[in-house]
């Protein structure tokens, strides 16, 4: 998320971060608005903290990391092992025709088993690998997904703000703000009709709807 937007989450302290000073200076001048100071609380912690705790696989076959580390490595060792197995197996010297072919022909049949054996193992090995893979993009997608969010939420925010700030500035009360904004909430479309009116047809469209 820090890489896609400069904004992430320190787990630590609890909360946002900024990559740079001047990523902050950029999104302040972007966004114009006293409802956020550096280092004060996010008043919509907690309203965010509901969404995001739902970034990770979390179905029947979904692993972690480290379990799909320790996984590999238990094959790859029973692998290993197997292998030596085969190669240290005594092969005694027989120069009696139909007992050597006998022997050849089991030899056979059991370096076909170990190879398909292995085979089967190392194909395992690939689809945890695979698995891995896709929880890897999986996740990286929804932390693209969690930081719009974010960015909408902050944005949704500072654009009530600014239409509260502008009712203040026509004369309306408190009282009168805050019922203008629930209704606005209701209708996301009346924000861009709104800016577009003059004072006097601002204040008619307020009028007319709380």
């Not at 719009?148 to 654009?159: H, P, R, S, T, Y």
């Amino acid at each position: 998320m820090l890489a896609c937007s400069g904004f992430g989450w320190n787990h630590d302290k609890q909360c946002v971060e900024v990559d740079s000073k001047d990523v902050l200076d950029a999104w302040l001048k972007a966004h114009p608005t006293k409802f956020y100071s550096p280092g004060k609380p996010f008043p919509l912690f907690h309203r965010l903290e509901g969404i995001f705790g739902r970034d990770r696989a979390t179905g029947a076959g979904a692993v972690s990391g480290f379990d799909a580390e320790e996984q590999v490595n238990e094959e790859t060792e029973d692998t290993a092992v197997e292998f030596d197995e085969s190669e240290m197996s005594p092969h005694p010297d027989n120069d009696g025709g139909p007992a050597m072919q006998g022997q050849a022909s089991h030899s056979e049949a059991g370096a076909s088993a170990g190879s398909t054996r292995r085979y089967g193992r190392k194909r395992k090995q690939v689809d945890v690998l695979e698995r891995m893979a896709d929880q890897i993009q999986q996740s990286s997608a929804d932390q693209r997904k969690n930081a719009q969010l974010i960015a909408d939420a902050i944005v949704g925010v500072n654009e009530r703000w600014k239409v509260g700030e502008k009712l203040t500035q026509l004369g309306f009360g408190d009282d009168e703000v805050v019922r203008a904004i629930l209704k606005f909430s209701e209708s996301p479309n009346v924000y861009a009709h709104f800016w577009g009116l003059s004072d006097s047809q601002m204040i008619g469209l307020v009028r007319s709807i709380i």
